[in-house]
């Protein structure tokens, strides 16, 4: 498990865990993230809504692809195995705000960014930052022509490449880096690892793999 942490202020420490196959499936009941507490997913359908966690509990359902919350102690996350995993977060007036982002091509042409920039705004956070995560290179993912020419026609030339055979293809990595651009959101890091050539991390797309990895955020106190 890869793990990044940011210090805000003087009370909070945030930490952001992107896991791998050694980590173990997250679609399963066994997954524990770290301190042996489960994070919070949603059931996610490629969209743009965002969901807003108050508190921990197990029993938690929204049809969502990107979870926001100021809580501390609430484990938030997404599951991946192509698409691009996200985590934003800034400082508002009563402390730190946090989401994870599930964009795969579908979320991001929806708006799933802008969204949670919106709702990042609300609770007055400013200094808005991203870590992106392993996901599906260039050189890897085909794309069907009429689809990318949708994504072209609302993220610009950038977003469009070739695959490793010469084929037309979609670079979910501009795309987001467009994306966050366009939301005056910063660039903190961003893994340059494709989980369809690295095997420390399962592919759908490449590999057919049903498992899927995890982004995880929480704010915790000092």
Sequence with gaps: MLTFHRRIGDRH????????RSDGDTRKASFQFQ????????HQVHGSDVSIVTEWGAHHKRECDALITKAAAVPIGIRV??????????????????AVVHAGWRGIRAGV??????????????GLRAIVGPHISVEEYEFGSKDLSRVVGALGEKVAGRTKDGKPA?????????????NSVSLDHLLDR????????????SRGDEERFALVGEIRLL
């Design 113 to 126: 960014v802008a969204k949670v920039v919106e709702h990042l705004g609300q609770f007055g956070c400013g």
């Design 170 to 182: 979609l670079n979910l990595r501009a795309a987001v880096e467009v994306t966050l651009e366009r």
């Design 194 to 205: 494709c989980t369809a050539q690295d095997l420390r991390y399962w592919s759908h797309r």
């Design 13 to 20: 420490l945030l930490r952001f865990s992107f896991s791998d």
């Design 81 to 98: 195995a192509d698409c691009v995993p996200i985590a934003m977060y800034g400082s508002s007036p009563d402390g730190p705000v946090l």
């Design 35 to 42: 301190d042996g507490k489960a994070p919070i997913f949603p």
